[in-house]
């Protein structure tokens, strides 16, 4: 799966499982469709994690467009308030930088 949005906060990094690293950021994908002769505009977001190499957390700044091919999971809980709870999260294999970061040299 794939799908192409812009980066709405730096990424974060996090240990997690003894040595392991996880890069978490969150996505926005816009949809502009027309309904009624009127143009629309719907924005998605999504949290990312990507596994493979925490140094490419430095590149994806907010604001950046990025092309990302991986998975979806979604996951639904009961929170302590007693109310449902629900979240869909997309796990990176490859990313594409498709605008310059502020960090790139």
């Known amino acids: 799966m794939e799908i192409t949005g812009r980066v709405v ?3 974060t990094t996090k240990q997690v499982k003894g040595d392991r690293t996880v890069t978490d950021f969150r996505v926005a994908i816009n949809h502009t469709y027309v309904t009624g002769g ?3 505009e719907e924005t998605t977001y999504v949290d ?3 596994w493979r190499n ?3 957390a ?3 700044t907010k604001g950046l467009l990025v092309q990302i091919y991986g998975h979806m ?3 639904a809980w ?3 308030e007693g109310n449902a709870q629900a ?3 997309f796990h990176a294999n490859e990313i594409t930088l498709l605008s310059k970061s502020d960090k790139a040299n």
């Open 9 to 11: 906060a730096n990424a």
């Open 58 to 60: 430095l590149y994806l």
């Open 78 to 80: 009961v929170n302590k």
């Open 38 to 40: 009127e143009k629309r």
């Open 87 to 89: 979240n869909l999260s």
């Open 48 to 50: 990312c994690s990507y």
């Open 54 to 56: 925490e140094k490419l």
């Open 73 to 75: 999971s979604a996951s």
